[in-house]
């Protein structure tokens, strides 16, 4: 599996573009190719019907992003992203989609974790074990979905390496089992996940979901059961999982996998045209402590356009000050293990409309644990109606040893995009 995760410091924006290893995939290209023909040959050809099938639908986008940092080392990265989506209807019944991405990198893309880090933390390490959290930005071509849906009379089924999320969390997200998401823009897309997905509904406003998870091992594979309803102006969700956790110690340098059942609650509606929600979960982990978190939130649009969101998350995981931070604490933020350092957090976005064309925002991220904030200026500039610019600013104000200390530096990052 591959992992792309926000580090909060000087390449505040640059190392959310990292790929970081957490796990194996299937790494062969024949093999990946193999696979797909398989899933077509066994689970479409027999449920095609060539005179409703309609002809293949491709869209996308062609990304050029560049990103700097004033850190030590100083650092500039330039990212090309090529994103073709494909989708067609078969059948009546029968739905196929996915998407191939194709990443290049130019520039610094060599680096080492450590640097990413407090220098307290950074002096943990030996120079001989250094070497150890180095990484690379290769360039890749990948399947990052391939999923084929059946739509039946009574249920839907979609097999393959599909989108899944869970939750109605803007910055964090307690009930996903599957991503977590980069500060810097919440909203970015997610990768694929290896599933089998029933959705039944019961009627109008209530419906059940069931998830067959088998993206770490066929072997091992994890379950998950949510429940939704609708009642007056709220959506709710109940959720049941049970899946494996892989948790590394990287001061030991050892992994393990361990067993994960979860159980989760999210609601999200309006009231007096204010936004709120609420998401939940509380996890039984295998010979580890139980851990809980939680996030609420609300946002609210006033009549000029002027948008602002705050949401605050707490997870029984993190630390409750800095002193509580080790090279664990990093590393499993940066890998995706954790979805926070510290155990209190605070996340504000506001934006306004300057133009039709333009807008102006700012993001805060907080960690209330130990006081610190990093600022994230965005601008957002639509050139044509396919062609779009963005610019994110990262600004680190706390004191030294914190998740945003200012010993961390600033980042810069400029997104050009062209949608087809």
């Known amino acids: 599996m591959i992992m792309d995760k926000l580090i909060p410091c000087h390449s505040l924006l640059r190392v959310s573009l990292l790929r970081i290893p957490v796990a194996c995939i299937l790494k062969n290209k024949v093999t990946r190719i193999l696979y797909c023909f398989f899933l077509v040959y066994v689970f479409v050809i027999p449920f095609i019907d060539i005179a409703s099938a309609e002809p ?24 090309h992203k090529l994103r073709l989506d494909f989708e067609s209807v078969l059948s009546s ?20 974790f450590l640097n990413n880090m407090p220098d307290s933390i950074e002096r943990s390490v030996d120079s001989a074990s250094r070497y150890l959290f180095d990484y690379s930005l290769e360039n890749d071509l990948t399947w990052d979905n391939f999923f084929i849906k059946y739509i039946l009379s009574e249920f839907d089924v979609t097999i393959g390496k599909q989108q899944i999320s869970f939750g109605s969390g803007y910055a ?8 977590v998401k980069n500060l810097v823009d919440p909203t970015d897309e997610k990768k694929g996940h290896k599933a089998l997905r029933i959705d039944y509904p019961l009627s109008l406003s209530q419906g059940i979901m069931f998830l067959y998870d088998i993206e770490d091992s066929t072997h091992e594979p994890g379950m998950l059961l949510c429940y939704k309803a609708t009642f007056g102006h709220f959506d709710y969700s109940l959720i049941f999982g049970h899946t494996y956790w892989s948790f590394t110690d990287y001061e030991k340098l050892s992994g393990t996998r361990k067993k994960r059942k ?7 509606g309006e009231a007096f045209g204010i936004g709120l929600w609420f998401e939940g979960a509380y996890n039984w982990l295998e010979q580890s402590d139980n851990y809980y978190e939680f996030v609420v939130g609300g946002d609210y649009t006033w009549r000029n356009g002027f948008y602002l969101l705050m949401e605050y998350f707490h997870s029984s995981l993190g630390g409750s000050n800095s002193s509580d931070y080790d090279l664990n604490s990093w590393m499993r933020f940066f890998t995706g293990e954790t979805k926070a ?26 960690s209330l644990s130990d006081g610190s904030v990093a600022l994230i200026p965005v601008i957002d500039y639509s050139l044509t109606n396919d062609l779009h610019l963005e610019f994110f600013g990262g600004i680190n104000l706390g004191k030294d040893d914190t998740v945003y200390s200012r010993e961390l530096g600033k980042g810069l990052l400029m997104r050009l995009t062209w949608y087809f």
């Open 56 to 79: 293949v639908n491709f869209l996308g986008y062609l990304r050029s992003e560049l990103s700097a940092s004033d850190g030590n080392p100083s650092e500039l990265l330039f990212m």
């Open 93 to 112: 019944s029968l739905f196929i989609g996915g998407n191939v991405n194709l990443l290049v990198y130019q520039g610094d893309n060599d680096g080492n």
């Open 172 to 179: 964090w997200n307690p009930t996903d089992l599957f991503n």
């Open 262 to 268: 979860i159980i989760g609650f999210d609601m999200a």
């Open 341 to 366: 350092i510290s155990k209190d957090n605070l996340y504000l976005y506001g934006y306004y409309p300057v133009t039709d064309l333009m807008n102006i925002g700012m993001s805060v991220a907080s």
